[in-house]
């Protein structure tokens, strides 16, 4: 499975668009980048995913590069429920894998 | 509420016993994982099985076991418990096999305690 890369931690100001990036420059043809949170130490929470296009449901937007090499995570209207933990990942045909994720805080 | 039910919810219990943690998957779903998360490892994938069958297997210890059984529930057994498996346990369900696209949806968690 590729790897991705997140920052550590973001800040977002409450009611603004909180963007999250994620690198993930090895991606395969076939991998479909996924993207979950877990607020608090709650089960985590199925985001969105895409392969190749922009993809947007009632949560957030995701956004996906031409190259497949990086995604951007979009919550339009940042609160502060949506303080979490961000996981990116790049699943193939074997089960997620987590990594350390963004730890984003909406700050009121 | 993603649908996903497991109990119980938390367990506290001594080193060297044997505990069962039990996971119902979403209605209709047919894949079941099972992951541990602790502390200082994160989250980590142990085993997924799809409609009763062993598909994956991740950093599962000897000491755990799993199935899932003809209603597409499935259990968690972990023995000889020693105090590093204290831990938050999660079951996610998806429709079908991991990868592409099926989303998996986890459940609320066991916290199992190891004293």
């Known amino acids: 499975d590729a790897k991705t890369t997140q920052p550590t931690s973001m800040d977002c100001a409450e009611g603004r668009a909180a963007n999250l990036p994620c690198n993930h420059s090895?991606?395969?043809?076939?991998?479909?980048v996924y993207w979950y949170r877990q607020i608090h130490s709650q089960g985590p929470q199925y985001i969105i995913h895409?392969?190749?296009n922009n993809e947007t449901n009632e949560m957030a937007s995701l956004i996906i590069t031409e190259d497949r090499k990086s995604s951007t995570l979009i919550l339009p209207h940042a609160t502060l429920r949506d303080t979490a933990v961000y996981y990116c990942?790049?699943?193939?045909?074997?089960?997620?894998?987590f990594g350390k994720g963004t730890r984003l805080s909406v700050i009121a | 509420d993603s649908g996903v039910t497991q109990t119980p919810k938390h367990l506290i219990t001594a080193t060297g016993q044997r505990v069962t943690l039990r996971c119902s998957p979403r209605?209709?779903?047919?894949?079941v994982y099972w992951y541990q998360q602790s502390l200082d490892q994160g989250l980590q994938f142990l085993i997924q099985?799809?409609?009763?069958?062993?598909?994956a297997k991740g950093n599962i210890l000897e000491r755990f076991s799993a199935q899932q059984f003809p209603d597409l529930h499935s259990e968690l057994n972990l023995s000889s418990l020693e105090l590093g498996d204290s831990a938050l346990y999660f079951c996610?369900?998806?429709?079908?096999?991991?990868?592409?696209?099926?989303?998996?949806?986890f459940g609320p968690g066991t916290r199992l305690t190891v004293t």
């Open positions: 099985y799809y409609n009763g069958e062993e598909r």
């Open positions: 090895t991606i395969s043809g076939n991998e479909y």
């Open positions: 996610a369900s998806s429709a079908g096999l991991a990868g592409g696209t099926y989303e998996q949806y």
């Open positions: 209605s209709g779903d047919l894949s």
């Open positions: 895409g392969l190749k």
């Open positions: 990942i790049v699943e193939g045909n074997t089960p997620l894998v």
